[in-house]
């Protein structure tokens, strides 16, 4: 549960809210509506997302095993679900504890940095052609997020492929 939502809930035990801090639930209420409403545009537009982004993802990479391309993209769809799921609970600490501490070790590891740097961006061009740009807003931070993490030493040019 979102952590101010769940203060709200503390303070109603105690007492009735004041007119302020229903005011306030209600702002938290809509909030949430929009990221339960991106969350659910993601959810059903996942094929559509990625499968442009495989395709140019083998464009750029054509000499490229195919199971390094598919692994990056299963490791984008694992952070796309999870970001979403953090943007929806408002919590980026959902992502970092369940995702990108045991997914970076696994890319820097196999090397997959490069085609991953790419992959994120064909992703972010993605995006930006397929959701609303209120939409687009809320995912951003989990989504940086993820690249902050997941691709620290393509970024600075250490390690990888290139």
Not at 39 to 54: K, S, T, W
Not at 69 to 94: I, T
């Amino acid at each position: 549960m979102q952590p101010e939502l769940e203060a709200f809930l503390y303070e109603a035990e105690e007492r009735y809210l004041s007119q302020e801090e229903i005011q306030d639930f209600q702002a938290h209420i809509d909030r949430f509506k929009q990221r339960l409403a991106t969350y659910e545009n993601l959810r059903e537009g996942e094929i559509a997302i990625f499968q442009p982004v495989a395709d140019r993802l083998s464009e750029k990479f054509p000499t490229e095993k195919d199971d390094i391309l598919e692994q990056a993209l299963k490791h984008w769809l694992a952070v796309m679900r999870y970001s979403a799921m953090a943007m929806l609970l408002n919590n980026p600490e959902f992502l970092q504890r369940r995702l990108l501490e045991w997914l970076t070790p696994s890319i820097q590891a196999h090397q997959l940095e490069t085609v991953e740097k790419k992959l994120y961006e064909l992703l972010q061009k993605q995006l930006k052609e397929l959701l609303p740009e209120e939409q687009l807003a809320l995912m951003q931070p989990f989504l940086e997020q993820a690249k902050t993490n997941l691709l620290a030493n393509a970024l600075s040019g250490v390690g990888g492929q290139g």
